[in-house]
């Protein structure tokens, strides 16, 4: 280490070069801004030394893989000990169709699977539901019962396989209908390993799929948490997500706090629902994006590391080392995608998913370079798997934990995007946490505001998208890209109609009941929910029956 004289030396000697530098640098990229920013508003310096780290207690933030504050990593060994577990996020049309999908992906060497769920699913309606009409298996699986669920993990052991369901509002119904196939192949709820996304507040303010009011949907939360902690003890039952607050145009400060601000609230509800911080925060997870600043990115979950670990070892009194690590999945950037010369995405998505590596992710779904076009064909997912596999076995990215440690750059970054985080953490406490900042349109707001502005700076130039707003060519429309098959809906139809042919209806009636009992009173609910599944009792007649408790969330108007 320098000592402090030495750091003011080098200090001088950076401000004199800079000094005779700066018109040289200036005038060799007339394009180019003399004055460099991340999209958080981080000043990026034109070099940087070992003053920049001279007010942060390095080697106490800094630490050891595996040990607090985990700026370095959750596990001593990382990708040493095993790489993270390679997901693709897939899924379409109908359950056989899916199936097919995750067996190929599983076949060339795909570690976990990441479901996706059309949008009838996601906001808790059946396939033959009216507003179901023209979105039956579009953006991914329809699944309206357990029977769907049956054929989807047709042939797949469960046992040993991690699962991942971006599922938010009906997710303890989704969960149930795991739980259900898993017992009907002969697997135990406790051997079981996977992730529900679970995260509802981000619904409000990024992404819309939600059903019932912030209350319930928090008591629904708690409820699966609690029983998770005592039956699926290997469930990580929520996935606490900035990726779709980012891909709404967040800056990566944003995302890293609103998704903290979030977790927050899920730990303050749980531990006045009664339950100890350390029986349920081990099995809280994230889900971050992957944009396309590499040295930002890294940062990001760096300081999201350090930051969450603090929060809640300090503020929440988990005394369980588990309890303070954030575990995370990350997702390449979509929205970084461009329909205009797509195969540019391959080399965007290996960057971006080269920052989650040497980031830390435990797990990675890279996005296919079509995506922006169609759902990704088996060529185009094929070559977004290779990409990881590519950076694991080849590039030497994984060699060693946190290579990037150390460099000036990179410490400086994680630094100020703690620290800003940590300001509008502390705003958002202010407004009464995340719920309430939420309500008064203060996140949706500040999210807002950044992708106005990100967007004006593409249109004018001032950032180029290679391909879009530069360098573009002349081009013909892809020819292969998938469709869904349009006849989905109609056979989802008839699938539905012969289920509730054939089922015990007397049975589904008792159970409906019972969750209509469950839900007016205080009992946990995911008992009643499974029960219910396992008579083959539909999503959205499980969903009607809680709207019918709970009521429907209604979108505020803000000015």
Same mark, same amino acid.
């Given at each position: 280490?320098?000592?402090?004289?030495?750091?003011?030396?080098?200090?001088?000697?950076?401000?004199?070069?800079?000094?005779?530098?700066?018109?040289?640098?200036?005038?060799?990229?007339?394009?180019?801004?003399?004055?460099?920013?991340?999209?958080?508003?981080?000043?990026?310096?034109?070099?940087?030394?070992?003053?920049?780290?001279?007010?942060?207690?390095?080697?106490?933030?800094?630490?050891?893989?595996?040990?607090?504050?985990?700026?370095?990593?959750?596990?001593?060994?990382?990708?040493? /000990?095993?790489?993270?577990?390679?997901?693709?996020?897939?899924?379409?049309?109908?359950?056989?169709?899916?199936?097919?999908?995750?067996?190929?992906?599983?076949?060339?060497?795909?570690?976990?699977?990441?479901?996706?769920?059309?949008?009838?699913?996601?906001?808790?309606?059946?396939?033959?539901?009216?507003?179901?009409?023209?979105?039956?298996?579009?953006?991914?699986?329809?699944?309206?019962?357990?029977?769907?669920?049956?054929?989807?993990?047709?042939?797949?052991?469960?046992?040993?396989?991690?699962?991942?369901?971006?599922?938010?509002?009906?997710?303890?119904?989704?969960?149930?209908?795991?739980?259900?196939?898993?017992?009907?192949?002969?697997?135990?709820?406790?051997?079981?390993?996977?992730?529900?996304?679970?995260?509802?507040?981000?619904?409000?303010?990024?992404?819309?799929?939600?059903?019932?009011?912030?209350?319930?949907?928090?008591?629904?939360?708690?409820?699966?948490?609690?029983?998770?902690?005592?039956?699926?003890?290997?469930? &990580?039952?929520?996935?606490?997500? /900035?990726?779709?607050?980012?891909?709404?145009?967040?800056?990566?400060?944003?995302?890293?706090?609103?998704?903290?601000?979030?977790?927050?609230?899920?730990?303050?509800?749980?531990?006045?629902?009664?339950?100890?911080?350390?029986?349920?925060?081990?099995?809280?997870?994230?889900?971050? &994006?992957?944009?396309?600043?590499?040295?930002?990115?890294?940062?990001?979950?760096?300081?999201?590391?350090?930051?969450?670990?603090?929060?809640?070892?300090?503020?929440?009194?988990?005394?369980?080392?588990?309890?303070?690590?954030?575990?995370?999945?990350?997702?390449?950037? /979509?929205?970084?995608?461009?329909?205009?010369?797509?195969? &540019?995405?391959?080399?965007?998505?290996?960057?971006?998913?080269?920052?989650?590596?040497?980031?830390?992710?435990?797990?990675?779904?890279?996005?296919?370079?079509?995506?922006?076009?169609?759902?990704?064909?088996?060529?185009?997912?094929?070559?977004?798997?290779?990409?990881?596999?590519?950076?694991?076995?080849?590039?030497?990215?994984?060699?060693?934990?946190?290579?990037?440690?150390?460099?000036?750059?990179?410490?400086?970054?994680?630094?100020?995007?703690?620290?800003?985080?940590?300001?509008?953490?502390?705003?958002?406490?202010?407004?009464?946490?995340?719920?309430?900042?939420?309500?008064?349109?203060?996140?949706?707001?500040?999210?807002?505001?950044?992708?106005?502005?990100?967007?004006?700076?593409?249109?004018?130039?001032?950032?180029?998208?290679?391909?879009?707003?530069?360098?573009?060519?002349?081009?013909?429309?892809?020819?292969?890209?998938?469709?869904?098959?349009?006849?989905?809906?109609?056979?989802?139809?008839?699938?539905?109609?012969?289920?509730?042919?054939?089922?015990?209806?007397?049975?589904?009636?008792?159970?409906?009941?019972?969750?209509?009992?469950?839900?007016?009173?205080?009992?946990?609910?995911?008992?009643?929910?499974?029960?219910?599944?396992?008579?083959?009792?539909?999503?959205?007649?499980?969903?009607?029956?809680?709207?019918?408790?709970?009521?429907?969330?209604?979108?505020?108007?803000?000015?």
């Amino acid at each position: 280490m320098l000592d402090k004289d030495e750091i003011e030396k080098v200090g001088k000697a950076r401000e004199e070069w800079e000094e005779t530098s700066v018109k040289k640098t200036t005038s060799r990229f007339p394009e180019r801004k003399a004055e460099f920013a991340t999209d958080s508003g981080i000043e990026v310096k034109r070099t940087y030394t070992p003053e920049d780290q001279k007010d942060m207690d390095y080697l106490n933030d800094l630490g050891f893989p595996g040990k607090y504050p985990f700026t370095r990593g959750v596990q001593p060994t990382m990708y040493r /000990g095993r790489f993270w577990t390679m997901r693709q996020y897939a899924g379409f049309g109908n359950a056989e169709e899916s199936n097919a999908r995750y067996k190929y992906l599983l076949s060339q060497g795909q570690t976990g699977l990441s479901i996706a769920f059309d949008l009838p699913t996601q906001i808790g309606y059946d396939s033959d539901h009216p507003l179901a009409e023209g979105e039956v298996g579009k953006v991914g699986v329809a699944i309206s019962s357990l029977a769907d669920m049956e054929v989807l993990f047709d042939g797949i052991p469960m046992d040993k396989v991690s699962t991942s369901m971006t599922i938010n509002a009906p997710a303890a119904v989704l969960l149930a209908m795991y739980i259900a196939v898993a017992e009907k192949q002969g697997v135990s709820m406790d051997k079981l390993d996977g992730t529900i996304q679970n995260d509802i507040l981000k619904e409000y303010v990024a992404r819309g799929t939600y059903i019932f009011p912030p209350t319930p949907s928090m008591r629904l939360i708690t409820d699966i948490f609690a029983f998770c902690s005592a039956n699926v003890p290997k469930w &990580n039952t929520i996935s606490i997500s /900035g990726y779709h607050i980012r891909e709404a145009g967040s800056t990566a400060v944003q995302e890293v706090a609103f998704t903290l601000a979030d977790g927050i609230a899920y730990v303050d509800a749980a531990m006045k629902a009664g339950l100890d911080v350390d029986e349920f925060a081990p099995r809280l997870s994230f889900f971050f &994006n992957a944009n396309n600043n590499l040295f930002q990115e890294v940062a990001k979950f760096r300081a999201a590391r350090r930051l969450w670990a603090k929060i809640m070892r300090d503020r929440f009194h988990a005394k369980n080392p588990k309890s303070w690590q954030l575990r995370f999945h990350t997702q390449t950037g /979509g929205s970084t995608l461009t329909a205009q010369q797509p195969d &540019n995405n391959i080399v965007r998505v290996t960057l971006q998913a080269l920052e989650a590596v040497l980031g830390g992710t435990q797990s990675l779904h890279t996005n296919s370079r079509d995506e922006a076009l169609s759902l990704p064909t088996e060529d185009s997912v094929r070559i977004a798997l290779r990409t990881q596999q590519i950076i694991a076995y080849e590039s030497g990215a994984a060699d060693t934990i946190d290579p990037l440690a150390g460099s000036y750059y990179v410490e400086s970054l994680t630094d100020d995007i703690e620290r800003k985080a940590k300001e509008y953490i502390d705003k958002i406490d202010d407004l009464g946490g995340a719920p309430k900042a939420i309500e008064k349109g203060f996140i949706q707001k500040e999210i807002q505001d950044a992708a106005y502005e990100y967007q004006k700076a593409v249109e004018s130039g001032e950032i180029v998208v290679v391909g879009m707003n530069k360098f573009q060519i002349e081009e013909q429309p892809p020819k292969n890209l998938l469709r869904v098959d349009p006849s989905v809906g109609e056979k989802q139809k008839e699938r539905l109609a012969k289920l509730r042919s054939e089922r015990d209806n007397a049975a589904v009636k008792r159970t409906l009941a019972e969750v209509d009992r469950a839900a007016r009173g205080e009992d946990n609910l995911m008992p009643y929910i499974i029960d219910a599944v396992k008579v083959y009792a539909t999503l959205g007649e499980i969903c009607d029956v809680l709207r019918g408790v709970f009521g429907v969330y209604q979108e505020s108007v803000i000015l």
